[in-house]
């Protein structure tokens, strides 16, 4: 690094999105010219001035400043060559024909609490909820409406407010409403995030992101179409931010691309992970029998493992409070305890558990742990949705391992959720473990949202992309590090024998 010429990376087309266009990864956005020639020359120029800056930054400075001054610069340096000449014009002239609605004080909401912002949209009421008492007055119509949509348990206020109760005491709410009539229509639970993000309330905690749209009948009002209401949401969230939807199902991903185009915004999208599921149509001897030799033979040899005298499954089913409590000393002796990323691993995780167990019910909050004696082997958590049980998490105790304890605890949802007349199990997520017990798997997508041309969202996302980059590369060049999992098992290797 003696200070040589800056080079600079090649323009890739696909970084440009707008309506009427789609790139690579599905983005779309406003119709411009493609290739070298679309990037204006202050952009060429930005973009040759950092890569010499990211080399410089590497060279001169300590990594610890480097993690905290690369992102902002990066995606200052950006913003500016991607708002620069002809396109800030562009940007004006459309708003001068198509004015984005904006703030007023004479469309505040008359609801429960006031101090909340208010937009109008046509027909509809946009209220943008900030204090816990409002949300909590939502509480009828939110689950009145939840009852006659499509929308998932994550999308439940009484999943909602369980959270809110354990790890979301210090949360920026930003719950975005939409009433016709005084009638509650749509929401959007969200929350304000780092660097400018607007993410699902309760991010981390979720399976899907939760969307709370009007079912759609026949004779429904063209106001009250979900994708009416959808777009209505969209507005509702102020310049300066994005929003962030991860993982989001495939079809709500088309029906948020289309919302977004009829709201004016932005759009990146992309396949992020698979989701994979089981379908018991046919009961728990159906799909067995769908299963490889060798996979049936694997599932017996771990059932056959735990039928031992001693051992013992407690259900929901059976005793609620039971299953409840078996699951959270399974949880406390995992691996993911140790490396703090379990359900029910501490007190604010078994707190929202009790909380989601007592709002939900026994019927939807389904727990199973097996015992052996006294000592926690293995449990599970799901959550019934209509016909379904989502998979949410499994453990088990490490030192019971070599009997295979994950995969009872993942084939024991399947064998609750027949028992129960349940048509799919889904777990969600994809792996090595769920793809072999897995009958079907779907792609599940990231949505980023964001008004066309706002530096303060693009320079936030920008900014947290570029860090997380650089941290990466820093790590490799630093060499590879063991992961949680390994980590915790070498914690607790020498801590508890193996029985």
């Known amino acids: 690094m003696d200070g040589g010429p800056l080079r600079c990376p090649a323009w890739r087309a696909d970084r440009w999105h707008g309506a009427g266009t789609t790139n690579r990864a599905g983005a779309v956005g406003m119709p411009m010219r493609t290739g070298k020639a679309a990037l204006p020359r202050r952009g060429k120029l930005c973009r040759a001035f950092v890569s010499g800056i990211r080399v410089r930054l590497v060279e001169v400075l300590p990594l610890s400043r480097v993690s905290r001054l690369y992102g902002p610069v ?16 562009r940007f004006h ?8 609605p904006t703030d007023s004080a004479s469309h505040r909401p008359a609801v429960a609490s006031s101090r909340g912002d208010a937009r109008a949209t046509a027909g509809l009421r946009i209220d943008v909820i900030k204090w816990r008492d409002a949300f909590d007055a939502l509480a009828p119509a939110w689950t ?8 998932t348990v994550y999308a439940d206020h009484g999943f909602l407010s369980a959270w809110l109760e354990s790890y979301g005491r210090d949360a920026a709410l930003r719950v975005v409403t939409a009433h016709r009539d005084g009638r509650l229509v749509g929401a959007l639970p969200l929350m304000a995030g780092p660097a400018r993000a607007l993410l699902p309330l309760g991010e981390g905690r979720l399976g899907f992101a939760g969307l709370l749209l009007p079912p759609l009948t026949p004779g429904t009002h063209p106001e009250e179409r979900p994708e009416a209401v959808l777009a209505a949401l969209l507005r509702g969230f102020g310049r300066g931010r994005y929003l962030r939807l991860d993982p989001v199902e495939r079809a709500d991903a088309d029906m948020i691309a289309r919302a977004a185009r009829d709201a004016g915004l932005a759009l990146q999208r992309r396949e992020v992970i698979q989701g994979d599921s089981v379908a018991l149509t046919g009961g728990i001897e159906a799909y067995l ?3 490889s030799k060798s996979q049936r033979r694997l599932i017996r040899r771990a059932e056959k493992a735990h039928e031992a005298p001693g051992f013992a499954w407690t259900e929901t089913a059976d005793d609620p409070e039971g299953a409840l409590e078996g699951y959270l000393a399974v949880a406390r002796t995992s691996w993911k305890a140790a490396a703090g990323t379990g ?7 078994a707190a929202f558990l009790r909380g989601l167990a007592h709002r939900l019910g026994p019927d939807r909050a389904r727990f199973g742990a097996l015992h052996d004696g006294q000592t926690p082997v293995c449990g599970y958590f799901a959550l019934r949705d209509g016909d379904t049980w989502l998979a949410v998490s499994h453990e088990f105790n490490e030192t019971y391992a070599k009997s295979s304890p994950g995969r009872l605890a993942l084939h024991r949802v399947s064998v609750a959720a027949a028992a129960a007349g349940m048509s799919r199990v889904d777990f969600m997520r994809t792996s090595k473990l769920n793809q072999e017990l897995a009958t079907d798997s779907r792609p599940l997508d990231r949505v980023i949202l964001h008004r066309r041309f706002d530096p303060a969202a693009v320079l936030g996302w920008e900014s947290a992309r570029a860090l997380r980059g650089l941290r990466r590369r820093l790590r490799r060049w630093s060499g590879a590090k063991p992961g949680p999992r390994a980590a915790a098992q070498a914690k607790s290797a020498t801590d508890t024998p193996r029985p």
């Not at 990066?74 to 014009?89: C, K, M, N, Q, T």
Request: net charge positive; proline share 2%; hydrophobic share 45%.
């Open 74 to 89: 990066y995606a200052a340096i950006v913003a500016l060559g991607r708002f620069s000449g002809h396109e800030v014009d």
């Open 289 to 291: 029998a769908t299963r």
């Open 93 to 100: 002239r459309r708003e001068r024909s198509h004015p984005m």
């Open 343 to 349: 359900f029910g691993a501490d007190a604010a995780g």
């Open 144 to 151: 009145a409406l939840h009852a006659r949509s499509r929308a």
